[in-house]
């Protein structure tokens, strides 16, 4: 998967298009990701001490990895990433800028 913990990405479909939002988790082997504050959902959540009141929690869901772009970090713009080799190290680079990503 091309986008890593702590990218911070932008919306490209569904209800929450054009929002960006740093990615939270990664989870590669469905092909998803969990984005700060998009894709929200309400959770009712039960009172769990005696005189505590039950409360709605909206918690971040997992969204398809393919929904999302990455915010470069030295141009801005909404790219696809692709890979270089240095130094026998593969670097992720904007296919926009054509900058590193790390």
Same mark, same amino acid.
């Given at each position: 998967?091309?986008? +890593? ?5 932008? #919306? ?9 939002? &740093?990615?939270?988790?990664? %989870? ?7 984005? =700060? ?14 005189? =505590?009141?039950?409360? +709605?929690? =909206?918690?971040?869901?997992? %969204?398809?990895?393919? &929904?999302?772009?990455? #915010? ?14 240095? &130094?026998? +190290?593969?670097?992720?680079?904007? &296919?926009?800028?054509?900058?590193? #990503?790390?």
């Amino acid at each position: 998967m091309k986008i +890593r913990k702590g990218d911070q990405v932008q #919306i490209i479909s569904g209800k929450d298009r054009g929002k960006r939002g &740093k990615v939270i988790r990664v %989870l590669p082997k469905s092909g998803k990701l969990v984005v =700060e504050g998009i894709n929200l959902v309400k959770k009712h959540r039960r009172p769990r001490k005696g005189g =505590e009141k039950g409360q +709605r929690v =909206e918690i971040p869901t997992p %969204l398809a990895s393919s &929904k999302v772009k990455l #915010i470069c970090p030295h141009c801005g713009k909404p790219t696809r990433v692709g890979y270089k080799i240095e &130094k026998s +190290r593969k670097i992720r680079m904007c &296919k926009v800028c054509k900058g590193d #990503i790390q």
